[in-house]
């Protein structure tokens, strides 16, 4: 079953790269005179690849997991017109394949339903309504509605994987999909280094690979860092640990995303220092150190432009959760509307465009979109979880969760619409949600 699975994550990735050679290099006008019976022949193919979907046959729902994982991870889009969020046919196939995955969802609810013994399952169910009944009033509607099936499908789609395979196969498919990822975005990097890497007067270059942008790429390997290290200490990956944590280190620290490395360092100290009973006393000592090194670090050296202002200003975040804020204020209920913050404030946002395409931290993205409304089942996920991490530590669960949290105070992967940490966090979640299974029986680090 597991060579098989890595015959799947092999198949894809090679039409993936086949796929985006085709793709970068003009050669797809070049073969348009057989597009008919491509095209034919593709339909037949993803009918029957559907059919065998909605039976839950394990290669196609194995196949659809890899598809997400790593063909959804894959952005060329470049932001020129910012406010304007058309279809095109990147948005067009993750479309397609979330509302496929919300209709397996609903074929198989049964199974889904009996998940929702668990809170965290059922939050997240209460937030996903929330947020699509919040298209009805966002500037962005169908936009809006879009975002929050993703959210529902990915959700959907994990309570199935959970309760169709192991913990330990699910986590390797995950690790050796995006691990495949990586290499593909090296290959990129070394034939189409225009592409791959994002370069500037004032800052160092920083690879993105295909994955749109550098940060997005940071987070991406975060996830692979922490799965590696949770599945490691739990002997679901051992010969391939230090290779693959090599690759997932270097890729992240070539695209400078600080956040990301510092997260995951801050994850694997927390859960250690819990480990070992001495969270409190750490916890102190990092408030500590902190507070020192604030008073005598040169904040140069961690700034990409040499300028000590980007760091304290969190390359000009603070500015703009001001106004973010101010925004909130307005619609403190019910919010604009999901993940509708460019569309909402283009022509109000004064400071830099780039900015202004989210919130850049996940509590207020929330707050902005939903309001309150949606902000208390979210706010109500971090504090069971951080009980959880207290009172009956899972070191995969632990791992992820603190690494989200801690970007989540300048990203917005978790609150905006599904990326690669959403599914790897609700699978997480399905599989610690698993009812045949009491707690007291599973493995866990303490």
Partial sequence: EERMTIVQIGLVLSMLAVWLVLAVSGLLETVGYVSLPIGLTGGLAATWFAYRMLQRTPWAMITMLIISVVG????????????????????????????????????????????????????????????????????????????????????????????DFDEAFLIRTIIWSIAGYCVINWVIAAILPDVAFMTSQTEPMRLQGISGHPNSLARQMSVLVCLLIGAHFRGYINRAFWPLLVLGS?????????????????ACVLVFLRAKRLLPLGLVAIVLAAMLLYNFIDFTWFSRTGDSNEILTLTGRTQLWSFVWEKIIQHPILGYGFNSFEATVVDEWYGNPDAGVATHNNFLEILFSCGLLGFIPFISVIAILVKRWITKPNVLRDLLVINILISSFTEVDISSLAVLPTIAMFIIFALDSHPAIPFAMRPHYA
């Fill in 72 to 163: 959804l991870s894959i952005n060329f889009r470049m932001e020129t017109d910012y406010g304007a969020r058309g279809l095109d046919w990147q948005n067009g196939i993750k479309l397609m394949t979330w509302s496929f995955l919300a209709l397996l969802s609903m074929v198989h609810w049964r199974t889904i339903i009996a998940r929702c013994h668990d809170p965290i399952i059922v939050l997240f169910a209460v937030l996903f309504v929330i947020e699509l009944v919040s298209a009805s009033y966002s500037k962005v509607p169908t936009y809006s509605a879009a975002c929050a099936v993703s959210i529902g499908a990915y959700l959907g789609f994990a309570c199935l994987l959970a309760e």
């Fill in 250 to 266: 270097i890729t992240m620290i070539a695209t400078n995303g600080r956040t990301a490395m510092i997260a995951v360092i801050l």
